[in-house]
């Protein structure tokens, strides 16, 4: 079963997100309380754990959930394998694959300390479709 590790949120752009407990989902949002929030196609962020555990490997200091910027870390799901248009019921929320990976910003926190970042290339992009809340062990689902 996929499910959420964590969900994260930053107050500014270009910065590492925290932990939260819990995190409310708005249709053409976002999460709210998120810097990345707006109505646009990159609402909410997903990265899987063992995507960031590939990284970890050649570190010598512990990955936190947020380093690599994701709003939501998954466990159990190969994300950047799903194509764009792929619906996702997350916890309470309903929301919509937009993009696979990005490209890397000037100046990324992690690519600094760590000399990479995965999220540029298995990292995922949802905009929300349908509101709820969201927390650490609600279960995801791709939705046929």
Known sequence: MAKVKAVCISEKKGEQK???E???L????GIVGDAHAGNWHRQV??????????????????LKSGDFAENILTE???????PVGTKLRIGE???EVTQIG????Q???IRELAGDCVMPREGIFIKVLKEGTIKAGDEIKVVE
């Open 22 to 24: 819990e995190a409310l």
């Open 18 to 20: 925290h932990p939260v």
């Open 45 to 62: 962020s997903l990265l899987a754990a063992e995507s960031v555990e590939k990284v970890q490997k050649a570190l010598e200091f512990q």
């Open 102 to 105: 990005k490209e890397c910003h």
């Open 76 to 82: 159990g799901i190969e994300l950047f394998t799903l």
């Open 26 to 29: 708005k249709v053409d949002h």
């Open 107 to 109: 100046g990324c926190a």
């Open 93 to 95: 929320a309903l929301g």
